[in-house]
């Protein structure tokens, strides 16, 4: 089943001819201007004059859109193309081969279970964007132009999802469009078609791997975590081990940072700290406990 976008494209570009609504308008006005002769003068020669020469304009005048070139064959021979608007043929002797559409089109393509350069099978769909540049190349190279793009991006993809990692194609995608991209228009120059882009629109992993890559993930935030916590202990034990090397030789420094910490403790109203009396001797805070237990208590 091909996609709908290819099925709009290939119609659009292998509409046979067909006649004209100008043709027919022209065809009617010549009938009748020799019906109305052939009434006053009881004779049916003016009105098969007239549908013999409305017929052959009917026959002969084309209209391409804007957007078309239509190719012409004169018994069989490519002449050239015509369009856009109005323009004329030759009945019986020329035949319009083909109307083709040169604005951009997009093909959709997938490439389902394909294995990438590390062994895993992925689904990717892609969008292809393209136009016809040359509309001689494209009728007289190629049989079916825009069925060669659709194989021929499929082809480009598979070969392109074998060259790289699953990381690649996950994390570069824009990376793997373009290569993409060169790889077709290298192929479709020739056909007087170019790609202008393609994008990889998602990339389908299995859910197993799904998850297995999501667990890794998560392990690899967690060493992360692990690593960091280390490096901050050790600088702090650094830092303590240089704060150690100043106060072993300058005790006053050591008792002012003892009489910090304990202010910093008991500043906050209904707080107690508990020092071992070792502490207090060594250090000689017994009056500085003892002075700010009376200031922290209440008057009866």
Known sequence: MLPLSFARSSKSSFRRSQISVVGTAVFL?????????????????????????????LLSIRVAEQWEKAAVLRLGRYIGL????????????DEISLYVDQRVRVVEVSA??????????????AVVFWLVWNAEKSILEVVNFSEAIMMSAQTALRE???????????????????ELQRILDEKTNPWGITVRSVEIRDVHIPQAL???MSRQAQAERERQARIILGTAETDIAAK?????????NNPVALHLRAMNMLYEAIK???????????AVETMGLGGLLGTASMGGSKPQ
Do not use: C, W
């Open 29 to 57: 006005i010549f009938t009748a201007l020799g019906f109305v002769p052939a009434v006053r003068l009881n004779n049916p020669l003016p009105v098969l004059g007239g549908v013999v020469i409305g017929l052959y304009f």
């Open 82 to 93: 015509r369009g856009p608007g109005i323009f004329m043929i030759i009945p019986v002797i």
């Open 112 to 125: 389902e279970s394909a294995l990438t350069r590390d062994t895993v099978p992925v689904n990717v769909d």
């Open 160 to 178: 392109s999802i074998g060259r790289h990692d699953l990381a690649q194609m996950i994390t570069e995608r824009e990376t793997l469009g373009r």
């Open 210 to 212: 799904e998850d297995a």
């Open 240 to 248: 303590f081990a240089d704060a150690s090397t100043v106060y072993l």
């Open 268 to 278: 906050e109203k209904g707080s107690m700290v508990i020092v071992p009396s070792s």
